[in-house]
């Protein structure tokens, strides 16, 4: 318990860290703080990468990993994009084929039993190819009224959307499911001995996932205004990279959703800091890396730290 949370505190100590530089860089550069409407266009970008790095981080709790997550988020951004306009209907249809996207990931890896890093590349693939069937050039739209629901610029209801993402997975960690997730990560073939349904509980994660990347791209085309096809790809490292600065174990069963969430906002920071300290946006990634490696090393020197306390 708690090396979990200091799992977790790591993550929260990234972010702070991260914003303490964001509010240096930008006052240097502008010669003044961040306004109310800086701090709501960070929120807004920053909500598709919340929802698929919470998604991610149950996968990543059970022992597994979803790299599909970019190809789910790009079908449905462009089923998103050219059918929203028509009727909001659609987004409830979105949704239903973000799990519906997810679950066969789930199918696959817990009834065919086949590794999730193999399932999820092959379904990136399929899913990115549906999408580009779906939109073959970047355009669409969404209803201004959606938009000032999901993604007002003026009002914070992003603020409203980041607190009920976050309220949710509080609810989820501690139902049954909750902690049947934590004790397939664990140890799952204890938890098979104890009766818990090891295959059904994985299906329902990656369903989960599907819904929160298709929760994802509904928000992206809200900030964006228009949809892209390729729209998914930076979200399958940056939702590993959130989650791993968030202090989630890739061995499973410990970790927090809450951390990976501070880990998205952490990574949204960074492109922000570079792009006030003027780098040049084709190194954007190198930082990017950079920045991931050293979250990735203090993880690792924090948890020897730890492990040395207890064997003293």
Do not use: H
């Amino acid at each position: 318990m708690r090396d979990a949370l200091r799992r977790v505190s790591l993550g929260y100590l990234v972010l702070a860290a991260t914003a303490v530089a964001y509010i240096v860089v930008y006052t240097s550069r502008l010669g003044r703080f961040p306004t109310s409407f800086d701090y709501l266009s960070i929120l807004n970008t920053t909500l598709p990468l919340v929802f698929v790095a919470i998604g991610q981080s149950l996968v990543v709790l059970t022992g597994g990993i979803d790299l599909s997550v970019g190809g789910m988020v790009s079908v449905c951004v462009a089923v998103t994009a050219t059918t929203v306009s028509s009727s909001i209907t659609w987004l409830f249809v979105v949704l239903a084929i973000g799990t519906a996207c997810g679950a066969l990931n789930g199918l696959i890896v817990a009834y065919g039993r086949i590794a999730p890093i193999l399932t999820t590349l092959a379904t990136l693939s399929i899913f990115t190819g549906l999408g580009l069937r779906v939109l073959p050039v970047p355009g669409g739209s969404i209803p201004q009224e959606v938009r000032l629901v999901l993604t007002n610029p003026a009002t914070p209801t992003g603020l409203i959307w980041l607190g009920l993402a976050v309220a949710g997975w509080l609810v989820l960690r501690r139902t049954r499911f909750g902690m049947r997730v934590y004790a397939i990560g664990s140890d799952e073939a204890s938890a098979r001995a104890v009766g818990v349904p090891a295959a059904a509980v994985k299906l329902k994660v990656y369903a989960l996932s599907g819904l929160c990347s298709a929760l994802a791209a509904v928000f992206y085309v809200s900030t964006t205004t228009s949809g892209d096809a390729n729209a998914g790809n930076p979200f399958i490292l940056t939702s590993i990279a959130s989650v791993v600065v968030g202090g989630v174990a890739f061995s499973g069963g410990r970790g927090s959703a809450l951390g990976a969430v501070a880990g998205a906002v952490a990574l949204t920071l960074v492109i922000d800091i570079l792009f006030f300290s003027g780098i040049d946006p084709l190194y954007q990634s190198l930082f990017q890396g950079l920045f991931l490696v050293v979250a990735v090393l203090l993880g690792t020197v924090a948890a020897l730290a730890a492990r040395r306390r207890r064997q003293a």
